[in-house]
């Protein structure tokens, strides 16, 4: 929270503008738009009119692409009205025109409420990945003037867009659109409460005044948990660098036993019948323990893989739950400087659909740390489990190995083989121990009851306005 004088209130400085260019705006400028299910706007801010150029009157009830600009590729839209009518966020850099001719660039952030849909825009922060996605829109848009050009439907056409599209984000490093959603917005909420936007605080007794003292109450209550924003980031690159690790480990173990296998006919071949029978007993003792390790690790980057998806959607929580309050504390402070206007463009059902948003993430937040928790409790008790039973593998593997050398096997293929697969041992049994420690010692520190209490009182004073 910051206290600022009046005169620091977003929109009354507002960059100077350049009509037939570029409009730019503040880090603090959040706004948004509300539109119902088939995309025509209900209600918006003050800072979209100043940006849009349009009145307040022509925006209200007209379809949202009245702003779109031809720079962005139509399967982006197709894309990201997929991911909202599946009830999935949807996030992008977004180039808007404005009515004068002019454009301003927007990283908006699109949710199902209310029978609609809740865009909120912020200044795009990641300005190296926004040049690289525009770069890829520029692609996209080839794509889709060659299917123009070869008689497609303006839907084939968007197709194809999406189709290239989604290339695209997959040669940067995505899975697909929803993950890009994830990872763009907690780096983008992440930059923005860098850079120290945060919710100004406003003396007064009214009812807005009210709202923005809550607004802020609940930016002070979650404050811990943007700042493990970070740490989850880590342990997401953390989780993804084991999972592949486990599928490598896991496949040489099994090279590992059939080595093993051979090395007992080599011996049973070539050695002396005392020393083969020693030889075959340590075998069998050693194929217990690297096949109990192969069958606990069989599973376990799959599930390594679940609890990477696990980490990554409460940061996405994290992230989305601060955005939301943010939006809708910015938004009461306009309210109280007279830059947006209670009985305008229903700013009461604004206030109301912005809460809700905010209710949702919090309920959801909650779901998505519970089920966090949960796995990371099997999960990290697994990594445990398979650390410690790969370090006691290792001896009885040597004196194996040892033993099938005494018995006049040491230059058997099979021997050879079998040292070059351990040659190091398990440094990976190192590596998992300490994967189990840092899904462990993740704390997300969550108030939630602290943070529904703020929430009802809003709602209550929001009847005060009704």
Known sequence: ?????????????????????????????????????????????????RLSGFPRGALVGRAHNVVRHPDVPAGLFRSMWEDIQAGNAASAYITNRSADGGYYRVFATIVPSQGGYLSVRTLPMRTDLRDQVEAVYARVLEVEAASSAAGSTRREVAAAGQSALLSE???LGYQDSVDFTRQTLAQEVTALVAAGVDIPEREGDGPVARILAELNAIESSTTGLVAQIEECTRLVGLLSTRAAEIGALSERLGQLRDSLRGVGADVSRIGEPDMAEVVADKYQEVDTYVLECFEQLHPLAGQVAELRGDVDSVRFGIAILRLHNLAAGFFAVQLLAGQDVLEDNDAVGSLEELVAALRLDAGSLGERLELFRARADLVG????????????THRPLMDLLGAAAEAGAADEASVRTARSLVRDGFPEARDLADLAGAVRDLEVPYQAAQIETHLARLRLVLTELV
Do not use: K, W
């Open 381 to 392: 008790g697994e990594l445990g489990v398979v650390a410690e039973a790969l370090t006691d």
């Open 1 to 49: 929270m910051t206290t600022a004088p009046q005169n620091n209130d977003p929109a009354s400085t507002a960059p100077a503008q350049d009509p037939a260019g570029e409009h730019v705006y503040g880090a603090e400028e959040l706004f948004f738009s509300t539109t119902d299910a088939g995309g025509r706007i209900r209600r918006a801010n003050s800072t979209f009119m």
């Open 169 to 171: 984000l997959r040669e």
